[in-house]
């Protein structure tokens, strides 16, 4: 985990050196079989931004023989992403397009939904910048519903910051334009017609948690009430051809 965490806070080097340290050298053998490809894959992607591409390639190798081994649909949606990596990098972003929505595939087999979600992040900007673009929607909408459903904020604000390359620039209406992303989250769900228990209950918050914040909505929004913020928010979706 503490090379995981230095690979995605930016220092590659302490992510080989941990993981290596840990595994008991390349092979990885003092790892519980189950999770080297994962782990590997995460190899992968820093010995890419190392510049060492030999490097990576021998990961990636490494990670299909180990998933091939296992037989697990999430071993293997691991390999096919640190073969995605690989792929990306060599500039075959059809490949890797190709590789993340297997990954996403396999990982949606077997529950592993936070890598299912990650995967077609990874995915849908491919899928756009290769002309796919209801493709690339697609995939956005179900890695955005997928983490709001289950209450996972960081990966339901990760897909909000994608959603632009996907879609576009999105207008958003000056009324707005002050609201957090909870705040506007919250927002939708009254244009939905939910009552604060509802969203409560959706959101894994406490009720008073959505009146504070619908408190603070409606002088941002300038609106006088819950169903002049709905009528806004419906506008807004209709605006952006939601």
């Keep these: 985990m503490l090379g995981h965490a230095a690979y995605v806070s930016g220092d590659p080097h302490r992510a080989q050196e941990a993981m290596l340290t840990v595994g008991g050298g390349p092979g990885l053998r003092r790892l519980q079989p189950s ?42 949606a691991a ?32 529950g592993a939904t936070v890598w299912e979600v990650y995967s077609l992040l990874r995915a849908a900007p491919l899928a756009k910048a290769a002309g796919r673009g209801p493709g690339a929607v697609a995939m956005w909408r179900r890695a ?25 620039p999105v207008r958003v209406p000056e009324e707005l334009a002050q609201l957090t992303v909870r705040e506007r989250e919250i927002a939708e769900l009254v244009a939905e017609g939910l009552s604060n228990q509802a969203i409560a209950v959706k ?19 300038d609106v006088p009430s819950r169903s002049a913020l709905a009528s806004l928010m419906t506008r807004a979706a209709f605006d952006r051809g939601a």
Excluded at 144 to 168: F, K, M, N, T
């Design 203 to 221: 959101l894994y918050v406490s009720r008073r948690t959505v009146e504070s914040h619908l408190s603070a909505n409606y002088p941002k929004a």
């Design 144 to 168: 955005h519903r997928l983490p709001v459903e289950g209450g996972a904020r960081l990966l339901s604000d990760l897909a909000e910051l994608i959603r632009p390359q996907i879609e576009g």
């Design 79 to 110: 390999a096919l992403r640190a073969r995605a990596a690989l792929a990306e990098h060599h500039g075959d972003s059809g490949a890797a397009l190709r590789l993340l929505e297997e990954a996403a595939q396999e990982y949606g087999r077997c």
């Design 35 to 76: 999770i080297r490809p994962g782990r590997l894959e995460t190899l992968v992607s820093a010995a890419l931004a190392t510049g060492d591409p030999d490097g990576a390639a021998r990961w990636a190798a490494q990670a299909v023989d180990e998933a091939d081994r296992i037989g697990l649909p999430g071993q293997r």
